[in-house]
Structure formats: structure tokens, C-alpha cells
């Protein structure tokens, strides 16, 4: 978790960076979840899922002179490959917040990632944490089955970090 989860973060944000700051715009997008607010697996998981939260806000505070949104999106359950693998092998060694909560595709959070690109106030977001499930709702988007995702807010936690504007 600390070199996939924070590492590549970092790393990833940086290199776009020296992109957008010439062209004075852009938007960077962490990728965290509730495990930043409520345990999930386990010590260095929920350790790993804020730091990358507070990561993406600090970076908002440095970019915004550069106009570069930097936020990040508390993903739910998302029906990866390896969490569907997890469901199937572990579930009964998972807490009850995550295995009752609704999943959603991989591309859900692409659609509103895209939104948010698309969307000229999305610096008016920079620094902040949002849950994907609530953007997706706010902007429309369903997920690629046309299944409106729920937010799991008040079984699993808010977030943290407000916008800095």
C-alpha cells in the first residue's frame, strides 16, 4: 500500500504537474476511500488511504496558483477483478460495511472523473475529498448498467478534507 497506494500517487501527480503548471491548468485526482475514515483491512490500509487524501489536499494548496485542481474521490466498493476475487475467498474476514454495501464497475468512477474534467468549477472542489457515489449522483451519472451507485456516508464515514477556495 505505501508504494501502489502513496508512492504512485505522488509520483503520478508530480509528472502530471510538470505538465499542467505550463499551461496553467489541470486537474489531479487521488483515489481514497472510506478505509481513510473507518477500518477496512487493516493498519497500513487505512493508514495508506489518508495519507493519500492529505497528500492530494496539500498539493491543492501549491497548485493553485497554477490553476490545477487536485481532489480526491472516496471510492466504495469497486468491483475490481482483485476485490471480486477478495469477495469470493474472504468475505466472511471483511467487515459488514464493506460486504453489504453496493459495488460498482470500474468505469463509474472514470465517468465521474470525467465530469469533473469537464466541469469549469471544479477548482471551486480543490483540496477536497469527495465521495465518487455523491458526484456521480450530483452530476447525473449512472454506472455502466444505468445503476444509480449509493453513497455508503452513513454506514462508513464523511470526509475529512473540505475545499481550500
Do not use: C
Not at 16 to 25: G, R
Not at 90 to 113: F, K, N
Request: net charge neutral.
Amino acid at each position: 500500500m505505501w508504494d501502489v497506494g502513496v508512492r504512485s500517487n505522488f509520483v503520478a501527480a508530480w509528472h502530471a504537474a510538470q505538465i499542467m503548471v505550463p499551461q496553467k491548468s489541470g486537474l489531479i485526482v487521488a483515489i481514497s476511500g472510506y478505509a481513510a475514515r473507518t477500518y477496512t483491512y487493516g493498519v497500513v490500509f487505512g493508514t495508506s488511504k489518508t495519507a493519500v487524501g492529505r497528500m492530494s489536499r496539500d498539493m491543492a494548496i501549491e497548485l493553485k496558483p497554477h490553476n490545477i485542481a487536485s481532489l480526491t474521490l472516496w471510492q466504495g466498493l469497486t468491483l475490481t477483478e482483485k476485490a471480486r476475487d477478495n469477495l469470493a475467498k474472504m468475505a466472511d474476514e471483511m467487515t459488514a460495511s464493506v460486504t453489504s454495501q453496493a459495488g460498482s464497475s470500474t468505469e463509474h468512477p472514470g465517468r465521474v472523473i470525467a465530469a469533473l474534467a469537464t466541469d469549469p468549477d471544479t477548482m471551486k472542489r480543490s483540496g477536497g475529498e469527495f465521495i465518487t457515489a455523491e458526484l456521480a449522483q450530483e452530476y447525473g451519472i449512472t454506472d455502466i448498467d444505468g445503476t444509480v451507485i449509493p453513497s455508503v456516508r452513513e454506514t462508513r464515514g464523511s470526509p475529512k478534507w473540505q475545499p481550500i477556495a
